[in-house]
């Protein structure tokens, strides 16, 4: 019972953690001004019979925040997760409309077989037209 409480005391922190992390990280709006929004759809995987753990897809507006780091699906990961910041940045810098890879999760699950989740992603950028 006690180590139930414990566990749901530190999802707690986490979430509060991790809103502090959005509103730190400001809005699309003022981090890149020149997006009009932006699709990314994920796939998680996990390292079972049954790879495919979820599809997921998350629409991005200019008033949305500017935070892109996803967390681990996998229940038993911690300080696990995918963080698309860097990517999307490059994409606004380049000014490309679109790109897809694939990343691993970092997280430990407290077993040998770090590989425990990974996601395939696409993400879609639509820019603002440019005035005259």
Do not use: W
């Amino acid at each position: 019972m006690v180590r139930k409480r414990n566990i749901a005391a530190q999802r707690h922190a986490d979430s509060l953690k991790r809103n502090e992390e959005k509103y730190a990280s400001g809005l699309v709006s003022e981090k890149f001004p020149h997006v009009s929004g932006m699709v990314i759809k994920m796939t998680y995987y996990q390292e079972t019979y049954d790879p495919v753990l979820m599809v997921r897809t998350i629409n991005v507006y200019p008033t949305s925040p500017a935070y892109f780091h996803m967390n681990c699906a996998v229940k038993e990961c911690d300080n696990g997760g995918f963080d698309l910041t860097g990517t999307i940045k490059r994409l606004v810098k380049n000014r490309k409309k679109s790109a897809t890879g694939q990343m691993e999760c970092s997280g430990n699950t407290g077993k040998k077989n770090s590989t425990h989740a990974s996601i395939s992603y696409e993400i879609d950028i639509k820019y603002k037209r440019a005035s005259r």
